[in-house]
């Protein structure tokens, strides 16, 4: 992934090396973890139980990680309805997935 994986939308100048090794290091961990479980969808709440069952990250870290891997092309977000589960607050969330077969990513 080419792009920052840390969002900094409150100009950080001191720690960003630090921010963006953490970000990457979200990252990392939320691909591996849809990779193992390709074809299956998943909302962010979900991840984040899975791979934080201690609540250490903040769930708005796998939200951008999830973000982050859209964008790259690694993974799919499926907003459709049909596609949407009941999430942390009893609203429907969309999911996202791990392709069980390689896609092509759109180009525009």
């Known amino acids: 992934m080419d792009k920052p994986a840390y969002h900094n939308t409150t100009d950080e100048t001191k720690n960003l090396n630090e921010y963006e090794a953490k970000a990457r290091k ?3 961990f939320v691909l591996n973890f849809m990779k193992k479980h390709p074809g299956q969808s998943f909302t962010p709440a979900e991840i984040w ?3 934080d069952p201690d609540g250490l990250k ?3 870290s796998i939200r951008r990680a999830m973000s ?3 964008d790259a092309g690694l993974i799919l977000h499926r ?4 596609n ?3 999430g942390l607050y009893g609203r429907l969330n969309t999911t996202w997935v791990y392709p069980e077969t390689p896609y092509q990513q759109k180009l525009f």
């Open 68 to 70: 982050n891997l859209t």
């Open 26 to 28: 979200c990252d990392l």
């Open 49 to 51: 139980k899975a791979i």
């Open 58 to 60: 903040p769930v708005t």
């Open 84 to 86: 949407q589960k009941i």
């Open 79 to 82: 907003p459709e309805k049909i």
